[in-house]
């Protein structure tokens, strides 16, 4: 059978639901094919836990616009201020490797990236227990200012209502259950019978063996 072409993995939520907590588990599962992890441009600000290259390429406005009109981002969006895009070449090249690719962005990008690679694009959104809880996991997380935060929180309803528009839908009450959740929709997205390329010669071969 020829190699199987990969797929990439959408995460979206409201901030604070759980996405990237449960993208890094996906990630650090040794039972699994290890995905490989979109990092995305950004011009917002960056916190101090995270890593340039690791968890965002930060980058300036002028910077991000020029790559946007010279047509190099796969999606692109603005949110709270702030510009987020995800480099086309890294996505098409890990594909056609085989690589799974997961990305961790918001229902903005998840349409640009379905609609240029929708063969190859299977989306999930995460939604928090309550509204209360979303709250409070931001709040916790202490890395953003009062007004940032009212601001998301102002988005996140919004966010919320595009989860029509997503193939899965998981529910965070208890983070093992929600990645349990999430395990199962990569396993199985994985041996999808569209994604094996050669499948039908083999199984002719198969049944027609002496």
């Known amino acids: ?3 199987k072409r990969g797929y990439i993995l959408v995460l979206s939520s409201p901030s604070g639901a759980g996405k990237s907590t449960l993208a890094r588990q996906l990630l ?3 039972g699994l094919p290890t995905p490989k ?15 340039d290259g690791t968890h965002y390429h930060f980058i300036d406005e002028v910077s991000f616009l020029q790559r946007r009109d010279q ?3 796969l999606e692109w969006a603005e949110v709270h201020g702030n510009f987020y895009g995800t ?11 085989g690589h799974i690719m997961l990305f961790d962005i918001d229902w903005q990008g998840t349409e640009q990236v ?15 227990p309550s509204f209360d809880e979303l709250r409070s996991r931001i709040i916790r997380r202490a890395e953003d200012k009062p007004d940032v935060i009212e601001k998301r ?9 595009h989860w029509r528009d997503y193939d899965y839908v998981i529910t965070n ?5 929600a990645y349990e959740q999430l395990r199962a929709i990569y396993v199985a997205e994985t041996v999808r019978r569209d994604r094996q390329p050669g499948l039908e010669d083999f199984v002719g071969e198969l049944i027609s063996a002496d």
């Open 173 to 177: 009450t208890d983070l093992g259950e």
């Open 1 to 3: 059978m020829s190699s």
């Open 87 to 97: 480099p086309r070449e890294p996505v098409e090249r890990a594909l056609s490797q």
């Open 28 to 30: 650090q599962d040794d």
């Open 153 to 161: 929180l102002e988005n996140a309803r919004d966010e919320m209502t």
């Open 71 to 73: 047509g190099a981002l």
């Open 114 to 128: 379905r609609a240029a690679m929708p063969e190859d694009t299977v989306t999930v959104f995460v939604l928090p």
């Open 37 to 51: 992890l979109s990092v995305s441009v950004t011009t917002r600000q960056r916190r101090p836990s995270e890593i």
